[in-house]
Nanobody, 116 residues
Framework: QVHLVESGGGFVQPGGSLGLSCQAS????????MSWYRQAPGKQREWLAT???????TYEDSVKDRFTASRDMNVNTMALQMHSLKFEDTGVYYC??????????WGQGTQVTVSS
């Protein structure tokens, strides 16, 4: 079992920056990849970025020039640095873990609101 807890959400003005963090605990060795997802109001949850245990990072096209995902294996965290935020970046941001064995795991989410 892997437990994920997001932090760092809040309010930010358009064009601003915000950083999110996801703390993983439990059976950490079972994690194959960690990802960030976002669910905007009234929309389906969408994938944003993935960092594999091997260090490969991939991004959804709409965020790849503005968001930076990273993992610190020493403290079992994953971060998402967001810049040039837009109104449409508003939503609940979720941390996700794909495991070698067992079902995928989700965090509880953290709200990001981009508003002037």
């Amino acid at each position: 079992q892997v437990h994920l807890v997001e932090s760092g959400g809040g309010f930010v003005q358009p064009g601003g920056s915000l950083g999110l963090s996801c703390q993983a605990s439990g059976n950490i060795i079972n994690i194959r990849a960690m990802s960030w997802y976002r669910q905007a109001p009234g929309k389906q949850r969408e994938w944003l970025a993935t960092v594999t245990t091997g260090g490969k990072i991939t991004y959804e096209d709409s965020v790849k020039d503005r968001f930076t995902a990273s993992r610190d294996m020493n403290v079992n965290t994953m971060a998402l640095q967001m810049h040039s935020l837009k109104f449409e970046d508003t939503g609940v941001y979720y941390c996700h873990a794909r495991l070698l064995f067992g079902p995928e795991q989700w965090g509880q989410g953290t709200q990001v609101t981009v508003s002037s």
